[in-house]
């Protein structure tokens, strides 16, 4: 039995397996870099997606794979609808993204959508947890995400062409051409996705009821309803370009645009009927990143240049009933973003050091059409605004002896006319033991997140005094890893607390509009354990399994708004104490079997985590899903069969209160790559 | 051997996976409610939070002290929707209106148990009753009045109100009602609910809201702040009471008599309705907070103070006695915004 637990708490703390090299590392010969990286990564709390674990699945958005991967709480409103990450109980404002180098957060909102995000759109997926999202950028208070695309290495051309049929009317198609010669590369990559979206719940949140003459109710049942208005199309294409120059400079070009239009469903306790009125959401998007760098002996350069356009429309529109539609909503934002950085590393066997600095000029422009003055066509919500930020970075990293190693960073940040206080981290990393790898870690970094330009300029309510939040972080962990011939486990755990000030909150004020205050003061302390197995036992056999588990605690510790507060101390909302995911994979010569397990403990949806009202909490919930995959192999082509089974239970669940998930359901995929000779 | 044990290990761990699969997720189960006497009782609604679908309905009984929590959910098995504005107790049944869900619920105020309901508007907000068959609600998202028949539960016709998307609340003199046009408007319409049709308007400050006709046959309006005393015959504007901060939210009430006007902004206030100023000191002085709701008990004459907190936890009602003496404080659900009296 001990045995068993022992594995059993094994097979939820291991990491994964072997971490991947990064795209740029793999171009480079390996005994150097290994001695680089681990000065790179030195202390740090890090978990990295590679390409095959963010393509588990053509339907998926990186939110799906974030959620199923990591340790992050993926708050999601459903497929195809808004999902926000949060990095150890903070809120997704707190997690900072990047794509290529290039920060992606709304500079209106300070949060990424991550169900427009398709996961076979990412290479490689970085996550910086707590004190060490500071390497890649201010703000992530909770954390930082820095996704990456790139081109293939494999000479010649090759095509990748998948379809994938789904429950609910899904669509799914997905094409890849990939060709290098010589020093060129390239990659060009097509998804488009839609769906009805319409899937059949039971919907316990109304009756249907049947009365007799008298009015007396006799009876009722449960209407069973379909997610009104829950239809999408999203189109992305995106566009690598890689050219080695003569001398050991790289350059690489990446595009992506993307167009989604997507139906905001209706609640279940929602009595409107589908043709009375349409909530819709339509996002255009273009990123581009254009750099080159240049690896020397002991040295790297780089530079970096994007431009960055969004344009998100929001309607709420109602039928006039002689097929006109009136807007009553009707609220469009446009983004453009201006993006450069700047940055050297230089190294020794026991130094490293390393600067970079970044610029990110924004313009947006933001109203809402549907509500005008009473005298004239003038647009009452919403605002224009420019703001420049700028981010300068250094840090020294030293190794004094072959087991131990010191980081020290420093950040400072510029947005509009104020300057964040400056950024400091430091990070200590020691190997207990080369036998099992067995690391310990730790770091404390102080971290500043400026406020938004809606926080800050939004008519009505922007609140141009705001002060940044600021938040404290102490991160301590271990880890240990085995890569032997038949087996290979990795395991880490990491313990974290942090303290953040200043806490930005919308909240309504004597005006009867809501307007953004610092009032907040949050604790969040919790452990994070991840880790994965892998085994051959036989020839033709693998048994994979990877996993997390964190246990959260996110406190309100701000001050009382009345002596009758009862917030403080509690939850925040929606945040789960307990989350953890599984994955398991067992493989047979060209069969592959997947099994994704995923549990959330209940969430409260109120501050003071009232526990006796009907709507105050969201129930814990276990998702299963199965997965079925073969692989054929002709002489002229590969082809990939995958069946997939979603909630293979199917339970009746909400993740998010009025809005049913959907019950068991499947997709066909079918993947094509032919053999070019 | 350990690959022996890990095979174990690991088909005992998916056995354990396949059996957790509990969820607390489901039909709600329904209590009977004894009907407490009539005439006594008052509902608080509480909005929720939007979009959350959490709104609820609370019961409070003044002379005990008695307090129920969601008494629709306990009473139906199924939610009150997202945000209750509103509820009127017209010919022993009561109206509640489901904003954001788009639906009015009709109840015995008795036993709490559902009626029927009714549907087919797009956001409406409150109920103003004409006669037994015939009754007006206002929307913030068309530019018409509904007209239902509170017995069939039926839409009967509209009142076009071009130019005005949200109509907000109502008060009638003789054959004619007052509304007010909240959200982005500045305007009080004035039908005649003979006709169902505009006949004047009015203009006044942003963002008129609540409308109340007191013992003088005078119309009270509040908007961004000012107070609004008018001649319904002669629909003119009277007196402008300059009573707030520019903009700031305020919340009214009369007194049973209808000879008393109270008004909330930071802190109560009263004065007679004839009065020619408004009073020089607060009638009770209170915490600084941006308040939610106001009512005085039309048996007792207690005021009834809402208080949202936070805006996502239940939130406070204090409850003063006439004199303004604080009595008691209850806890009623999310947001509690309006207040009907049994």
């Not at chain 1, 990143?289 to 530079?303: E, N, T």
């Not at chain 1, 939004?458 to 938040?471: A, I, R, S, V, Y």
């Not at chain 2, 607390?24 to 679908?53: Q, R, W």
Request: hydrophobic fraction near 35%; aromatic fraction near 14%; charged fraction near 20%.
């Amino acid at each position: 039995m001990r045995v068993i637990a022992f594995l059993y708490i094994l097979f939820l703390s291991c990491g994964y397996l072997a971490a991947q090299d990064t795209i740029e590392v793999r171009q480079l010969d390996t005994i150097r870099i290994t001695a680089q990286r681990r000065l790179r990564d030195m202390g740090m709390q890090k978990t990295t997606l590679d390409s095959a674990g963010l393509r588990s699945d053509i339907t998926g958005s990186l939110a799906q794979v974030l959620g199923q991967k990591s340790t992050i709480f993926i708050k999601s409103y459903g497929r195809a609808t808004l999902s926000t990450a949060s990095f150890r109980g903070t809120s997704p404002s707190h997690t900072q993204v990047t794509w290529n180098g290039m920060k992606i957060n709304s500079p209106l909102l300070g949060m990424v959508d991550f169900s427009t995000i398709p996961s076979f759109f990412i290479d490689k997926a970085d996550l910086y947890h707590g004190p060490s999202s500071v390497t890649v950028s201010s703000g992530g208070l909770g954390g930082a995400i820095a996704l990456s695309t790139g081109t293939s290495d494999a000479n010649g051309l090759s095509v990748n062409y998948i379809q994938g049929l789904g429950s609910f009317r899904t669509f799914d198609e997905f094409l890849r051409f990939s060709y290098k010669k010589d020093k060129w590369s390239s990659q060009t990559r097509f998804y488009y996705a839609y769906s009805k979206n319409d899937y059949q719940y039971i919907n316990y949140r109304k009756k249907n009821f049947f009365y007799d003459d008298n009015g007396n109710i006799t009876g009722y049942e449960f209407p069973v309803e379909r997610n009104k208005n829950g239809g999408f199309a999203d189109f992305h294409l995106l566009q690598d370009l890689q050219f080695k120059g003569t001398g050991k400079g790289t350059w690489n070009i990446s595009a992506w645009y993307a167009r989604t239009d997507r139906g905001i469903p209706l609640l279940n306790v929602d009595y409107k009927e589908n043709s009375s009125v349409r909530n819709n959401q339509t996002d255009n998007s273009f990123r581009s990143v254009i750099s080159w760098h240049r690896l020397g002996a002991r040295d790297k350069l780089s530079a970096r240049a994007g431009y960055m356009y969004t344009d998100m429309l929001y309607q709420y529109k109602r039928d006039l009933g002689n097929g006109q539609w009136a807007n009553m909503v009707n609220s469009q934002s446009n983004v453009h973003t201006f993006f450069t950085q700047a940055e050297g590393e230089w190294y020794t066997d026991k130094w490293m050091f390393s600067a970079n600095l970044s610029l990110n000029q924004h313009f947006v422009r933001t109203a809402d059409n549907a509500v005008v003055s009473v005298e004239g066509q003038q647009a009452l919500v919403g605002y224009e605004q420019a703001r420049l930020e700028l981010s300068v970075f250094s840090s020294v990293k030293y190794r004094p002896a072959e087991r131990l190693g010191f980081t020290l960073n420093l950040r400072d940040d510029v947005y509009g006319e104020n300057l964040t206080p400056l950024i400091p981290s430091f990070f200590a990393e020691y190997l207990l033991s080369k036998k099992g790898e067995l690391v310990l870690k730790a770091s404390v970094a102080k971290n500043f997140r400026y406020p938004t330009l809606n926080d800050l300029y939004f008519m009505p309510g922007g609140n141009p005094d705001l002060k940044p939040e600021e938040g404290r972080t102490y991160d301590a962990g271990i880890s240990a890893s085995h890569n032997g011939r038949k087996s290979g486990w990795n395991v880490n755990l990491a313990m974290f607390h942090s303290m953040i000030d200043n806490w930005i909150l919308w909240l309504p004020t004597f005006k009867g509009f809501w307007s953004p205050v610092n009032v907040k003061q949050v604790k969040s302390y919790g452990i994070e354990i991840k880790g994965s197995l892998k085994l051959k036992p036989g020839r033709e056999w693998r048994l994979e399994a990877d996993g997390n588990f964190a246990w959260t605690r996110s406190l309100n510790l701000g001050d009382p708004v009345s002596w009758a507060d009862q917030s403080i101390g509690k939850q925040l909302v929606y945040i789960p104490e307990f989350s953890s995911a599984i994955t398991g994979r067992l493989g047979w010569r060209n069969w592959t079997l997947t099994y994704d397990w995923t549990y959330y403990s209940e969430r409260y949806t109120t501050s003071s985590n009232q526990t006796h009202t009907r709507l105050g909490v969201l129930g814990p919930y276990f998702m299963n899903d199965l997965s079925l995959e073969k692989k054929l192999v002709f002489p002229w082509a590969v082809i990939h069969l995958k069946g997939i089974i979603r909630n293979l239970f199917n339970e009746e669940y909400e993740s998010v209160l009025g809005r049913p998930m959907p019950g068991i359901n499947y997709t066909l995929s079918v993947g094509i790559a032919p053999v070019f000779h | 051997m350990i690959y022996k044990r890990t095979y174990r290990a690991t088909a005992f761990m998916l056995i354990l996976l396949l059996t957790v699969s509990c969820m607390k997720y489901g039909p709600a189960g329904t209590e009977d409610f004894h009907p407490s006497p009539p005439g006594e009782g008052l509902f608080i609604v509480n909005e929720g939070n939007f979009m959350y679908g959490n709104a609820s309905l609370s019961y409070y009984i003044p002379r005990t002290g008695n307090m129920q929590h969601e008494v629709f959910i306990r009473a139906n098995g199924i939610n009150l929707g997202d945000v209750a504005q509103s509820m009127t107790i017209y010919s022993g049944l009561g109206y509640i209106v489901v904003n954001n869900s788009g639906v009015i619920f009709v109840i015995d105020p008795d036993t709490f148990r559902l009626k029927g309901s009714i549907t087919g508007m797009i956001s409406p907000r409150y109920i103003h009753f004409i006669n037994d068959h015939k009754a007006y609600v206002t929307d913030l998202y068309q530019e018409k009045i509904t007209i239902v028949d509170p017995v069939s539960f039926r839409i009967t016709g509209y009142v076009p109100t071009p130019g005005h998307r949200s109509t907000e609340e109502m008060a009638q003199w003789k054959n004619l009602l007052f509304v007010s046009c909240w959200s982005y408007d500045n305007k009080l319409l004035v039908i005649d609910t003979r006709t169902d049709r505009i006949v004047d308007s009015l203009v006044v400050e942003k963002e008129p809201t609540q409308l109340l006709l007191d013992s003088n046959d005078k119309i009270w309006c509040v908007a961004s702040g000012n107070l609004y005393r008018i001649h319904p015959g002669e629909r003119k504007i009277e007196h402008i009471f300059p009573a707030g901060d520019q903009q700031s939210r305020t919340y009214l009430a009369l007194n049973p008599r209808g000879d008393t006007l109270y008004y909330l902004n930071r802190n109560l206030w009263r004065m007679p309705v004839n009065a020619g100023s408004l009073p020089a000191v607060p009638f009770v002085r209170l915490p600084q907070r941006p308040y939610y709701g106001l009512a005085v008990d039309p048996a007792t004459y207690d005021i009834y103070v809402a208080d949202a907190l936070d805006y996502v936890q239940q939130g406070k009602i204090y409850r003063f006695d006439p004199r303004g003496v604080p009595v008691d404080t209850l806890t009623a659900g999310i947001n509690p915004g309006f207040f009907c009296f049994k």
